[in-house]
């Protein structure tokens, strides 16, 4: 069976990752990064399908950008400070570097790397994460930022965007973090949240049928 060329791209990922850490390179390779979040002018609708799951209250409706919401990170919810967050980019980077440079002293490592390097100490750490793929919050980031990106593509198509998708296309994002440790389920809380960071709204639709009577 044809592997789903989503998926294909998820799982060369994980393979980037192992290789930046277990060699050496010039620089992180722009295939490194998961997902680049575009931005676009075009004003597209996603139309929620009723047939799945019942998020929604009115299932003849459809989605936009909403300018006036307030965006909301799911991980305020359990209490981390998002400013202290070490993005998985910038562990590759660092720990990319250390190998590079074993001689190199911690303030030349924050230099050239990340302020957010505290201590060598870090990079060890930083290491097993990167190869485990991240810890939970870089996990639920790049599930979010993959999501949001099929999601921009489908815009910059005109492409109208089901729950279904943003559901499926979560579920997708997520499928080579889940184990025993890391479970996610892309819940009506999550998608709820997904709309409501990204300035997602509903937008009331009317269908209209057009008849042709042929004499």
Excluded at 114 to 131: A, F, P, Q, V, Y
Excluded at 148 to 158: G, M, P, T
Excluded at 188 to 211: A, C, D, G, N
Aim: proline fraction near 3%; include cysteine.
């Amino acid at each position: 069976m044809e592997q789903d060329p989503c998926f294909k791209e998820l799982l060369s990922y994980i393979i980037i990752l192992d290789h930046l850490v277990n060699n050496k390179a010039s620089a992180i390779s722009p295939e490194a990064k998961l997902v680049g979040l575009e931005t676009a002018d075009e004003n597209v609708f996603v139309e929620d399908d009723k047939r799945i799951l019942n998020y929604e209250k009115d299932e003849n409706s459809e989605y936009q950008v909403d300018e006036s919401s307030n965006s909301e990170d799911p991980l305020s919810k359990v209490g981390v400070q998002l400013g202290k967050l070490v993005p998985l980019e910038t562990k590759i980077k660092v720990v990319q570097l250390a190998k590079q440079h074993p001689k190199w002293h911690l303030r030349t490592l924050q230099a050239k790397g990340s302020r957010k390097l505290k201590s060598k100490g870090n990079i060890r750490r930083w290491e097993r994460e990167i190869l485990k793929g991240g810890t939970i919050f870089d996990k639920y980031a790049a599930i979010d930022s993959w999501t949001y990106d099929r999601f921009v593509e489908s815009r910059k198509q005109n492409i109208q965007v089901t729950t279904r998708d943003l559901h499926e296309w979560a579920l997708k994002a997520a499928r080579q973090y889940q184990s025993s440790e890391f479970t996610f389920k892309a819940s009506p809380s999550w998608v709820k949240r997904f709309k409501k960071k990204h300035k997602i709204r509903q937008q009331k639709s009317t269908e209209y049928l057009e008849q042709n009577i042929d004499k």
